[in-house]
């Protein structure tokens, strides 16, 4: 299967430019800095995923913030230096956002032309200032789409997005993913645009009874529930019961049996075959486990997971390398921090 070359071992840079709980001038500095990126370099990683909300690099109106652009320009210079890649992954667009947390329609975004075009004109914007820099920026449209039930309405936004992009950017790489919150099972209702750089996305938290266990944001999980991994199959389906059949829906399917590696290759199966047929390559943009599981899970789950992704060649980028909940610098113990960087 075709790899998505230099975008193979990375990590998410969330918080920094995305779902940041402070937006001051002094975060967007200071968050993440040169010695950060020269750090991920360390560990043998060759790229970053960067999530950006577009009221960093856009107003309201539309208008363009140079200030913004500024922490992306500062985050390429560094890149460059240590010699890794970049992915700019624009994690909320103007008229649509992912976050559960945030109650806005997410609908809207794929039946409103005005808001299309809005979305149209951000990429271009940004095409038109990194596509220059091909050997080294990757463009992810869109992160997570909730609701299944926008897949086509989705597949056009994306074939139209491509060609914005492609009039200024032509030989960018150009990642996008599906539906279910960018579930592994909606990679073959996507879109095949028939373009020679372009790759498939999905995240992957499976189980995610395991992997967000005690997270306050998932809806109806309590902050003290705590398991570990592996666990058999039909106790993290039990103990899944509780959640959003659309977050956790993977878990039951029946083709998988057991917990170990196979679980993974099992449930990238499908997607797997269509991008084989296709010729696309597959890139995981975030999977990782929350901070509250213990951290010899923590070792077994990510090294169940990446020898799929190994196997396959597929490319991934761990979620996080900062703070939100899943830090890989926030683990205390240095010798797991190792162990952890030595699997991704």
Not at 44 to 55: I, T
Not at 277 to 285: A, D, K, S, T, V
């Amino acid at each position: 299967m075709r790899t998505l070359d230099g975008f193979m071992h990375g990590v998410n840079l969330g918080g920094w430019l995305s779902q940041a709980d402070d937006t001051s001038e002094n975060h967007y500095r200071n968050f993440i800095t040169e010695s950060d990126i020269e750090y991920i370099a360390s560990l043998g990683l060759d790229h970053v995923r960067v999530p950006v909300d577009y009221p960093v690099i856009e107003e309201e109106d539309g208008t363009v913030r140079k200030d913004g652009y500024s922490y992306l320009d500062n985050c390429l210079e560094w890149c460059r230096k240590y010699n890794i890649h970049m992915i700019i992954d624009i994690h909320k667009a103007f008229g649509y956002s992912f976050d559960p947390l945030d109650k806005t329609d997410k609908t809207i975004f794929f039946y409103d032309e005005k808001i299309q075009n809005r979305f149209y004109s951000l990429w271009k914007t940004i095409a038109s200032r990194y596509g220059k820099y091909n050997d080294t920026v990757a463009f992810e449209l869109l992160n997570e789409i909730v609701e299944p039930s926008v897949s086509d309405e989705w597949n056009n936004i994306v074939l139209k997005t491509i060609s914005e992009i492609r009039s200024v950017a032509p030989d960018s790489w150009i990642i996008f993913g599906g539906t279910m919150y960018n579930n592994v099972l909606s990679v073959p209702a996507l879109a095949d645009p028939k373009d020679n750089k372009v790759a498939y996305t999905f995240h992957s938290y499976e189980p995610l009874i395991f992997t967000h266990q005690g997270a306050y944001w998932v809806e109806n999980m309590s902050e003290d529930f705590r398991i570990s991994y592996p666990e058999n199959i039909e106790e993290y389906r039990r103990q899944s019961s509780i959640l959003s059949q659309q977050l956790v829906g993977a878990i039951y399917n029946e083709n998988l049996t057991e917990i170990s590696d196979v679980f993974f290759e099992t449930l990238f199966t499908p997607a797997l075959k269509i991008a084989e047929e296709r010729n696309i390559p597959l890139y995981c943009g975030e999977y990782g486990v929350i901070d509250l599981a213990d951290d010899i899970s923590k070792i077994n789950w990510t090294a169940d997971i990446c020898s799929v992704f190994n196997k396959y060649n597929i490319g991934r980028a761990y979620w996080n390398y900062k703070e939100k909940d899943f830090g890989i610098i926030n683990i205390k113990d240095e010798k797991i921090r190792k162990q952890l960087s030595e699997n991704l």
